[in-house]
C-alpha cells in the first residue's frame, strides 16, 4: 500500500514540509504529491512522534466491535476491580493474602486456593475483585498499554514506617490513572505503631482524612491479626456505590491478560479478566496474536466454570500461544469470523491508517503541538539526588503555566530515573526530567520502546529556560 506525501502529512495534521524534511534526514529525496510505501511511511510517522495503526483489509475486526456498542440499557451493575499499593515490606501481599483466607466462601474452604493473579471475594452480598499482582509498576505498565483495570487503589502504609518513597511513587501512580484512593494504614498491631503519624505525612500528599476535614478514606489494619478487613471491605464497597461500574453481560466477552505462562501440562495458561460481556467455554477467543477456543475455565478457587461475567477474573486453558500480561483480549462468538480476524492481523499486505491520537509530548515540538490544541497541559516527571531539587523544580515549573497550557508535575522523587518513572511518562504522556541523576538501564531500555522524552541538567535554571523556551516555540532543537 502506497501513500502520497500530501495525505500522509494531513493525516498526522502537520505540514508536509516536514515530512519532505523528516524523508530527507533519512535519506529519501521526494516531492510532495509523491508516493511512499507504507513501512516508509510507517518509520517517517514515528520519528515524528505518531503510531500508525494498520487496518486490515476488509476490517471484520473493526466491524465486530461496531456490533456491539453498548447503549445505557445494556449496562447492569458490576463487581469493583482493587489493586493493592504501597512500598516495599509495608504488607501489600499479606493484605492480600489475609483478605483472600478470611473471605473464602465455604464451598471453597475445601478447595485448593491457589495464585491466578487475581481473585474475588463477597461481601454484603457484594462481589469486589482484587488483582492479586502488588505494586504500581504492574499497574502502570499496563495501562502504558492501554489496558485500565483498576478502579479503586489501596494504598498500603506500614503504621511503624511512614510515608517513603514508593508511597509517594503509587499515590502519584494511582492519581495519573484518575483512580480513587483509599488508605489502608497497616501493622497497627505494632507497639511502635503511630497512625496519626502517617495521617499527618499523608496530609502533605493531599490525602487528607475525614476527621480532619478531607474527604480521603482511612482504615487502620493489622493483616497479621486480620483485623479491620470487614471494614476495609466496607469502605470499598462504599467507593465503589459512587463510581457505579457498569458493564453489559449480554455480550461476547472482552477484557485484560492479568497473567499468563506455558504449564508443562496443560499448555497455555492465562489469568484473564473479563471488563465486559460473559466469557464462555468453547467460545473463540484472541488476545494479540495469540488465540483458541476456550477448552475450560477455573476460577481463583480452582473451581470449573462454564462461565465468566464482567469483573470476574479466569484461568482459561486453550491459546494457542502464550500472550503477554495487559494485552486486551476478545471473544467471538463465531469461530470462522475469529480465525479471519487472526488472519488479517498477521496478513502483511495492510492498508495504512494512522491513529488519530495526540503524538507523544516532547520539548522539540511542544510549541507546534500548543498552536494545533493538542497539548492543554504538559506533564512532567522530576527525578533528582536531592529532595530539594525535587521541590525547588515543581515551585518553578508550575508557575510557568500559561493559558495556553498548564504545567503539571505528575511525579517527583529521589534516586536514578527508573522503568517505572518511564512507564508513568508514558501511560501519562509525560517528559521526563532529571538533575544530577541518569536513567538506570532498564529504564533506558523502556525509553526506546515507549519514545519518552527524558531530558537531564545539572542546574536547575537551564530545565526551567528549556521549558519556558519550548513552551514559545523558541527553544533550539536537538539533533
Ligand atoms: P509487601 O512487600 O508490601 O508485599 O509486604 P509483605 O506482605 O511481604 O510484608 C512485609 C513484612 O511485614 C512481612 O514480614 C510480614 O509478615 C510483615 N507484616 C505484614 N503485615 C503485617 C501486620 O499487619 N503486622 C505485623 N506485625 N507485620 C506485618
Redesign the pocket.
Known amino acids: 500500500e502506497n501513500i502520497t506525501i500530501k495525505s500522509l502529512a494531513e493525516k498526522m495534521a502537520i505540514n508536509a514540509a516536514e515530512v519532505i524534511k523528516k524523508l530527507m534526514e533519512l535519506g529519501t529525496m521526494a516531492t510532495i504529491n509523491q508516493e511512499i510505501d507504507s513501512d516508509t511511511a510507517t518509520i517517517v510517522a514515528n520519528e515524528l512522534g505518531y503510531e500508525v495503526n494498520v487496518k486490515v483489509e476488509e476490517d471484520k475486526e473493526a466491524l465486530l466491535m461496531q456490533d456491539h456498542e453498548d447503549t445505557p440499557a445494556d449496562l447492569e451493575p458490576r463487581p469493583c476491580v482493587v489493586t493493592i499499593m504501597?512500598h516495599?515490606?509495608?504488607?501489600?501481599?499479606?493484605?492480600l493474602d489475609a483478605i483472600r483466607h478470611t473471605n473464602v466462601t465455604a464451598s471453597e474452604a475445601g478447595g485448593i486456593t491457589q495464585h491466578i493473579g487475581a481473585y474475588q471475594v463477597e461481601h454484603n452480598g457484594k462481589k469486589i475483585t482484587f488483582v492479586d499482582t502488588?505494586g504500581h509498576a504492574a499497574f502502570t505498565a499496563m495501562r502504558a498499554r492501554g489496558a485500565k483495570v483498576t478502579d479503586i487503589a489501596i494504598l498500603?502504609v506500614a503504621a511503624d514506617d511512614g510515608v517513603m518513597p514508593q508511597t509517594v511513587e503509587a499515590i502519584n501512580h494511582a492519581r495519573a490513572a484518575e483512580v480513587p484512593i483509599i488508605v489502608a494504614i497497616?501493622?497497627i498491631?505494632?507497639p511502635e505503631a503511630d497512625p496519626a503519624k502517617v495521617k499527618r505525612e499523608l496530609t502533605e500528599h493531599n490525602l487528607v482524612a475525614e476527621e480532619w476535614g478531607g474527604d480521603t478514606i482511612f482504615v487502620e489494619v493489622?493483616?497479621?491479626?486480620r483485623e479491620n478487613l470487614t471494614e476495609l471491605l466496607e469502605m470499598i464497597l462504599l467507593v465503589a456505590e459512587i463510581g457505579e461500574y457498569k458493564a453489559n453481560p449480554n455480550r461476547p466477552a472482552r477484557g485484560t491478560v492479568i497473567e499468563a505462562e506455558l504449564d508443562k501440562g496443560r499448555g497455555p495458561v492465562a489469568t484473564v479478566l473479563v471488563q465486559n460481556g460473559t466469557l464462555r467455554v468453547g467460545n473463540f477467543i484472541i488476545a494479540g496474536v495469540a488465540y483458541g477456543k476456550v477448552r475450560a475455565m477455573m476460577d481463583h478457587a480452582g473451581r470449573r466454570v462454564k462461565k465468566a461475567g464482567p469483573s470476574m477474573p479466569v484461568e482459561v486453558l486453550g491459546f494457542s500461544e502464550v500472550p503477554p500480561a495487559g494485552e486486551l483480549f476478545f471473544a467471538v462468538e463465531d469461530e470462522k469470523l475469529g480465525k479471519q480476524i487472526i488472519d488479517e492481523r498477521h496478513n502483511k499486505k495492510r492498508e495504512l491508517e494512522l491513529k488519530a491520537t495526540a503524538p507523544r509530548v516532547s520539548l522539540d515540538d511542544l510549541f507546534s503541538q500548543i498552536q494545533d490544541g493538542q497539548v492543554k497541559e504538559l506533564s512532567i516527571i522530576i527525578k533528582a539526588d536531592v529532595q530539594g531539587s525535587v521541590e525547588a523544580v515543581r515551585q518553578a515549573l508550575e508557575q510557568i503555566g500559561t493559558e495556553e497550557v498548564r504545567v503539571n508535575v505528575i511525579h517527583g522523587g529521589v534516586g536514578a530515573i527508573t522503568e517505572t518513572d518511564i512507564m508513568l511518562a508514558s501511560a501519562s504522556n509525560a517528559i521526563v526530567i532529571g538533575f544530577n541523576v541518569r536513567p538506570d538501564v532498564n529504564a533506558r531500555k523502556a525509553v526506546e520502546t515507549e519514545k519518552v522524552d527524558i531530558r537531564l541538567y545539572r542546574v536547575i535554571y537551564d530545565a526551567i529556560e528549556d521549558i519556558k523556551a519550548a513552551m514559545s516555540g523558541l527553544l533550539d532543537p536537538e539533533y
Open positions: 504501597g516495599v515490606d509495608h504488607g501489600k501481599t499479606s493484605l502488588p498500603v497497616n501493622k498491631d505494632k493489622s493483616a497479621k491479626n
